[in-house]
């Protein structure tokens, strides 16, 4: 079946420094893909996605872009913040599943950002 | 606009007994999935309601069920606790037309210890 695999981190850097987080898939089908991003006792919030080949999706300074040819949506960040420090997961959307809903979420990254 | 809720947050529980979570999605979202999140398996997909319909399932024993009311809350059941039901319950709901791309909006969990 469809799977999603990440860097399990954690991931510590300095404040501005450059983030890449890694993430590959399989899937049988054409998922969407997705970053979500999960700060302490919240619940996840869509970070950004990207639904076909090609396509980039970006939001507060992150970015990640849907490589069809070699499987993955890696997160960058240029500048990373503080406020950056957060559990990262990737996932895509369950092309198996007849309704296309579900989501299989990577294992997450935590990322730690220090002043 | 309120966003997605679900109680109990905490709750604690023993061998062999059986728990009750609820979630009331956002305002005129239809949709409700249901999600596992331990640290071993990290984020699972339990179900899917649409319209008081299970539209989907994910890999869980039957005695992992849920349903879904006519104002669109939902409830998910767990009978016959076992230890590894210790876990973080995520719901999420999503408008009706979102399909496979939209964006899910999660709740900050029920937390669930099983003794």
């Known amino acids: 079946g469809d799977s999603v695999t990440q860097m399990e981190g954690p991931v510590t850097l300095s404040e501005e420094a450059f983030l890449t987080i890694n993430c590959t898939y399989t899937a049988t089908g054409y998922p969407s893909l997705f970053w979500y991003v999960q700060y302490p006792g919240e619940g996840l919030q869509l970070l950004l996605k990207a639904t076909k080949a090609d396509d980039k999706g970006s939001n507060k300074g992150f970015e990640a872009t849907y490589r069809k040819e070699t499987t993955s949506f890696h997160l960058e960040k240029g500048s990373v913040q503080v406020s950056d420090s957060a559990v990262y997961f990737c996932?895509?959307?369950?092309?198996?599943?007849?309704?296309?809903?579900?989501?299989?979420f990577g294992k997450g990254t935590t990322l730690s950002v220090s002043s | 606009k309120a966003g997605v809720t679900q109680t109990p947050r905490y709750l604690i529980k023993t061998r062999g007994q059986q728990v009750t979570l609820s979630c009331s999605p956002i305002s005129g979202h239809r949709s409700v999935s249901w999600y596992q999140q331990t640290p071993g398996q990290g984020l699972q997909f339990l179900f899917e309601y649409f319209s008081e319909t299970q539209r989907n399932k994910g890999n869980f024993p039957g005695r992992f069920s849920g349903r879904q009311f006519s104002n669109s809350r939902s409830e998910m059941n767990v009978s016959t606790l076992e230890l590894g039901d210790s876990a973080l319950y995520l719901c999420?709901?999503?408008?009706?037309?979102?399909?496979?791309?939209?964006?899910?909006?999660f709740g900050e969990g029920s937390r669930l210890t099983v003794l």
């Open positions: 996932a895509l959307s369950d092309t198996a599943n007849q309704a296309g809903t579900a989501l299989i």
């Open positions: 999420a709901s999503r408008p009706a037309v979102a399909g496979r791309t939209g964006e899910l909006f």
